[in-house]
């Protein structure tokens, strides 16, 4: 299964960046062992509307632009259902073991996702309740990818 994420907004060069980065090659390196693979990081710039539900509705279009056919949509959001390592592994598994081929992980904007979006979703996660910038929620989702493939592939990395 391709594993590809969306982020409204660019990450800058910088410690973010790379420690993403990191994680992410990491991912692509393992994954396929596993069924998985990293196909590819959109990022696309914020919406300049006036108002929140304009730039959370023109956000979301740009969103499905982008999106391939039949594709599993997760949505990264505070309000989200949180899931443990071992929960969120059993979700990628179940999902590749489906035979879906896409999943998009999606990072909104500062106004967060469009309401139509989260009726499109497969599932809507947090990665906790507080509020994350997208810098950091890059990192963290980049660093739990490659965690569900060594849960699931019976490497050592996750010890719980």
Request: net charge neutral; charged share 25%.
């Given at each position: 299964?391709?594993?590809?994420?969306?982020?409204?907004?660019?990450?800058?060069?910088?410690?973010?960046?790379?420690?993403?980065?990191r994680?992410?090659?990491?991912?692509?390196?393992?994954?396929?062992?596993?069924?998985?693979?990293?196909?590819?990081?959109a990022?696309?710039?914020?919406?300049?509307?006036?108002?929140?539900?304009?730039?959370?509705?023109?956000?979301?279009?740009?969103?499905?632009?982008?999106?391939p056919?039949?594709?599993?949509?997760?949505?990264?959001d505070?309000?989200?259902?949180?899931?443990?390592s071992?929960?969120?592994?059993?979700?990628?598994?179940?999902?590749?073991?489906?035979?879906?081929?896409?999943?998009?992980?999606?990072?909104?904007?500062?106004?967060?996702?469009?309401?139509?979006?989260?009726?499109?979703a497969?599932a809507?996660?947090?990665?906790?309740k507080?509020?994350?910038?997208?810098?950091?929620?890059?990192?963290?989702?980049?660093?739990?990818?490659?965690?569900?493939?060594?849960?699931l592939?019976?490497?050592?990395?996750?010890r719980?």
């Open positions: 299964m391709r594993v590809g994420l969306f982020a409204v907004g660019r990450l800058k060069a910088g410690p973010e960046k790379d420690l993403a980065a994680y992410f090659d990491r991912f692509a390196k393992a994954g396929p062992a596993v069924g998985l693979e990293l196909s590819r990081i990022e696309v710039a914020e919406s300049r509307a006036s108002s929140a539900d304009t730039r959370k509705r023109e956000e979301a279009a740009m969103l499905e632009k982008a999106l056919d039949n594709a599993v949509l997760v949505l990264l505070e309000c989200g259902k949180a899931l443990d071992q929960g969120f592994a059993d979700l990628l598994g179940g999902w590749r073991d489906q035979g879906r081929r896409d999943l998009v992980l999606a990072i909104g904007g500062a106004d967060g996702l469009d309401p139509a979006l989260r009726e499109r497969n809507v996660l947090c990665l906790g507080m509020t994350w910038p997208h810098q950091l929620v890059r990192i963290l989702i980049a660093e739990q990818l490659y965690r569900a493939v060594t849960i592939s019976g490497h050592p990395y996750h719980a």
